[in-house]
C-alpha cells in the first residue's frame, strides 16, 4: 500500500465542511471534527487494515463526499480552534 510519487501531507475534508484531514503518509493520519462551535483533533496511526483502506480512499477521493483541501484551511482550522 506504498504510495510511491505522492508528496505528503495531503489533505482533504468531507463536503458538509464538518472534517478534514491531513494525511501526513500512508499509516498516518490527523483528522478535525467539527462539532457545533468546537472541534476535536484526532490523530490516528493506521496499524490494521480497515484504517488503512481508510487512508487509501482518502487519497483516491474514492468515497463520494470526499474532496481535496489545503494546507491552508487546514492551519487555519488548527489556530482558530487553537488545537494542537
Same mark, same amino acid.
Given at each position: 500500500m506504498?504510495?510511491?510519487?505522492i508528496?505528503? %501531507? @495531503? =489533505? *482533504? &475534508? $468531507? /463536503?458538509?465542511? &464538518?472534517v478534514?484531514?491531513?494525511?501526513?503518509n500512508?499509516?498516518?493520519?490527523?483528522?478535525?471534527? +467539527? +462539532?457545533?462551535? /468546537?472541534? @476535536? $483533533?484526532?490523530? +490516528?496511526?493506521? &496499524?490494521? =487494515? %480497515?484504517?488503512?483502506? *481508510?487512508?487509501?480512499? !482518502? !487519497?483516491?477521493? /474514492?468515497?463520494?463526499?470526499? $474532496?481535496? #483541501?489545503t494546507?491552508?484551511? =487546514?492551519? @487555519? $482550522?488548527?489556530?482558530?480552534y487553537? !488545537? #494542537?
Open positions: 506504498e504510495n510511491k510519487g508528496d505528503f %501531507p @495531503q =489533505y *482533504r &475534508k $468531507l /463536503s458538509n465542511n &464538518k478534514f484531514y491531513c494525511i501526513k500512508d499509516r498516518e493520519f490527523e483528522e478535525i471534527q +467539527i +462539532i457545533g462551535q /468546537s472541534a @476535536q $483533533l484526532h490523530r +490516528i496511526v493506521a &496499524k490494521q =487494515y %480497515p484504517e488503512m483502506l *481508510r487512508i487509501q480512499d !482518502l !487519497l483516491n477521493l /474514492s468515497m463520494e463526499g470526499y $474532496l481535496t #483541501s494546507r491552508d484551511e =487546514y492551519e @487555519q $482550522l488548527l489556530k482558530h487553537a !488545537l #494542537s
